[in-house]
């Protein structure tokens, strides 16, 4: 159920913090008109991960789940030229959405590419080209695709990184936890081996999960930075 605080609070938010942008605009009207589900990441969520962006001055920028290439906009726009975003899509409808987003706000596949896959298609493919030398690791990753694969895309997030300080974020980590893994009756110690559990014992990184109320009511990510 969405709590009004929260909607009221965050288009505030929006209001006072979030220059109007054509770019982002167009992608949400046209994403709407287009039929797409509203499961982007909200405009306060969009402009806070594209912040985390510049401030671990990402370069490469790994997206899973391009949607409509909302979030794909914000983080193009938070590396300013100054480097590239690749985002996964695994449905040709929301790819070619996706593209017609970003061809809209004036991003060249120099800025942006989409490349039309399954997840677990496309990464091993994309960790060759990073050990043959012919693709740049990534320094920011960030998952919002299937709930179930979860695990293992923060897994190949972490293998594709460029190690020591590259940041791992998931989406909707809370929503999946409350949902699934932890047990209802409360115990903690009884709860399902998902994503958080088995993210606590990766002695690759060292992570936290923040929950966030909002717009789009309660839920929370997963943060992880490369040891
Ligand atoms: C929903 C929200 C998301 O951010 C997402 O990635 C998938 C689904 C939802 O609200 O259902
Ligand atoms: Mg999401």
Request: hydrophobic share 40%; aromatic share 8%; glycine share 10%.
């Amino acid at each position: 159920p969405s709590n009004s605080r929260h909607e009221v609070v965050d288009s505030y938010v929006a209001t006072h913090l979030i220059t109007p942008n054509k770019a982002l605009e167009h992608a949400v009207e046209n994403s709407t008109k287009r039929g797409l589900p509203m499961i982007a990441v909200s405009p306060v969520q969009g402009k806070f991960t594209s912040l985390l962006a510049s401030l671990s001055s990402t370069r490469n920028l790994l997206e899973i789940g391009t949607l409509g290439g909302y979030s794909t906009i914000w983080f193009a726009q938070a590396l300013k030229g100054q480097g590239k975003v690749t985002s996964i899509e695994i449905d040709q409808s929301r790819r070619d959405i996706a593209v017609e987003n970003l061809q809209f706000g004036g991003f060249k596949p120099k800025d942006v590419d989409v490349i039309l896959g399954a997840g677990l298609d496309v990464l091993p493919r994309l960790a060759n080209e990073i050990k043959q030398g012919k693709r740049e690791p990534f320094d920011f990753i960030f998952i919002d695709a299937d709930w179930e694969n979860q695990w293992n895309y923060f897994d190949f997030g972490v293998k594709l990184s460029a190690g020591k300080g590259s940041v791992v974020y998931v989406d909707n980590a809370v929503r999946n936890l409350v949902e699934s893994d932890i047990d209802q009756s409360g115990s903690l110690e009884s709860g399902k081996d998902g994503l958080v559990a088995k993210v606590g014992r990766d002695d690759r990184v060292d992570a936290v999960v923040m929950q966030t109320v909002g717009g789009k009511d309660y839920d929370g990510f997963l943060l992880a930075v490369v040891k």
